[in-house]
């Protein structure tokens, strides 16, 4: 393989380690938010403890997201110099406006509000989950309109040997924008709610003493999946009309992608239109064995549907980089040698694929502690002593 | 001629060292200033709730150099190429470091992560100084140098800060940060102005930049704002070398008005985030995440 298939193979392993961590991301922040507002104005304990253990899932999750992020905003200038001479003057006010006013808001709200627990008072504490949920969205939005550019083009000239840009507003009216945001977000509600769908099916076969926490945790993930089911297949659906018009032919290359994706959406999407609303009721489903070890089965199933999904979006992109203009053997970086790029993308990969699986057994681990035994928003250490039962004897 | 976005650069780039600098300070120097669980532990409470807010300075220098110079970022990031690739993994070794020390409790697991952030924060470090040196057409002894100058300055702030935060049992400052944060001064304006000779040597119109950073250098054993000052200086100084160059390459007015649009209503917002930070944890929390 030369510099540019190295190159290329290192942005797919990177982008796609990023959005496994990230559509979880997406999703679980929402709820988390939900959660706390319930507890806040609820006032009910359960509430509180679902808030903290979904909360520490979502946080140790972040880490990867962050650590896999990092290294691709750096990739673009240096393996793809070519695109950021090319059309860096477009393509880069996007990713500059994401990492400044969203992602550089969200990571000093997610700071305030892992260390702030029992310090920020709690109605400025919850408002922080919300900030944080918003900037989120606030990225994955500009990431989306930088992807969109890619994929059509808009909003630019051609002046000399470089795009320059003429219309900001077209960028954000980008007919791929809309309909593929919108289909993210569905599959990151999917994700998260299939996460904790299967991780409280998994302590009521382990007959976790605590089946109150898992019946609201699933009553509440289910709503979120129908919704996200009528969300992901909506936008999925309404991308074809789009793209047909902006990309037409792209669909004839990803074929087996496109199926494949196709294929588990429409499984989740029955389970979540004919099996999930009953799950809304009572808790019939706490001593189904084999109920609950087909509901732990479906958990990767919305990661594998996301990573083809973008799959079909970026491969069906070839040869382009960016649409009709750069090819991808064009922005591939001139000076950069087959030899440095094996050596990056080696250390990447090493690197990121073993904190990925180190980040996955914390996940598990925290899963499998349970409710009980929770680190993300603990009393400090006095007030824990004044709580504890008293053993005076 | 657009000066509000690099300026922006300008206060980003100065903002991450003066910030980040504490944090790879104490990462550098944690086995030297704390030998036991107990002092690891309370030494990476003290930065633990800074980490996040002050990397992002880094994060959003990144966005704004392809945003605002975006031909000059392509050719920064790939013609350094080796040293940004050392600057990503160390920088990822070092967050793990952080993020996964508590995740579980056994000693040997503590430890390895604990090693985790020492290298980490080196790795930054060094490859801070070859990508600075590098900017400026320096090789590998300049890159070295750099690398030193930084260690000894972020050696210096990151000490200060933490003897502030952990608070001798008698009251007043942490009696072994204190002293080898005394230490790192005299390293830290020695090693600065031997850094400062190449970049005069190959900008000589740099020499008032290069002057001011030795001088900052001076302030390595002040209060906080001295020594974040002096931790931001050989990066300001690089900056300073490359201002001109760096202005005749910004983006088109359109590039630049559109982001000014979005970007400058919230400055304000951003810089209360911030501040937020650090009154929140003015005092080091009881029980920390990282």
Known sequence: MDALELSRLQFALTTSLHFLFVVLTLGLAPLVAIMQTRAHFGREPVLERMTRFWGQIYVINYALGIFTGLVMEFQFGMNWSGLSHFAGEVFGAPLALETLVAFFLESTFLGLWIFGWNRIPRGLHLTLIWLVTLTAYASAFWIMVANSFLQNPVGSVLAGDRLKLVDFGALLTNPNLGMALGHVIGASMWAASFVIIGVSAYHFLRRTPDPEFFVRSTRLAATVAILGGGVVVGFGYAQFGVVGGTQPGKFDTVGDHLSLMMALGNLLALVSTFVLPFMLFGRWYARRRLFLRFLILLVPLPFAASILGWLVREIGRQPWLVYG??????????????????VSLVGFTAVLGLLALIDWFLIMRAVR????????????PAEADRRAPALTF | MD??????????????????????????????????????????????????????????????FVGVFPVLEGEVLSGLYPAFVALLLSWVVRDAGFWFRLREKSPAWRRTWEAAVVAGSAGLTLSWGFILSGAIGGGLLTGVAYGAALAALFAAHGTGFAARRLPAPGGGPDPLAGAVARRAALPAVLLTAVA?????????????????????????????PATALAAAAPALATFGALLPYLLAHTASASTLGAMSLVALPLLPFMAAAQWWVWRAFRTPVARSFF
């Open chain 2, 196 to 224: 400062a000779v190449p970049v005069v040597l190959a900008h000589p119109g740099a020499w008032p930049a290069a002057v001011l950073a030795v001088a900052a250098a001076l302030l390595a054993t002040r209060s906080f």
């Open chain 1, 369 to 380: 502690r349970g409710p009980g035994d929770v680190a993300l928003g603990a009393p400090p």
């Open chain 1, 325 to 342: 203009r750069l090819t991808v053997a064009d922005a591939v970086s001139p000076g950069v040698t087959r030899e440095m790029v094996l």
């Open chain 2, 3 to 64: 000066v509000v976005w690099p300026s922006l650069f300008g206060l980003l780039l100065a903002g991450y060292f003066a910030l980040e600098g504490f944090d790879i300070g104490v990462g550098l120097l944690l086995p030297v200033l704390a030998r036991t669980p107990e002092r690891r532990d309370r030494l990476i409470a003290a930065v633990g709730p800074f980490l996040l807010a002050n990397e992002i300075w880094l994060v959003a220098l990144a966005g704004v």
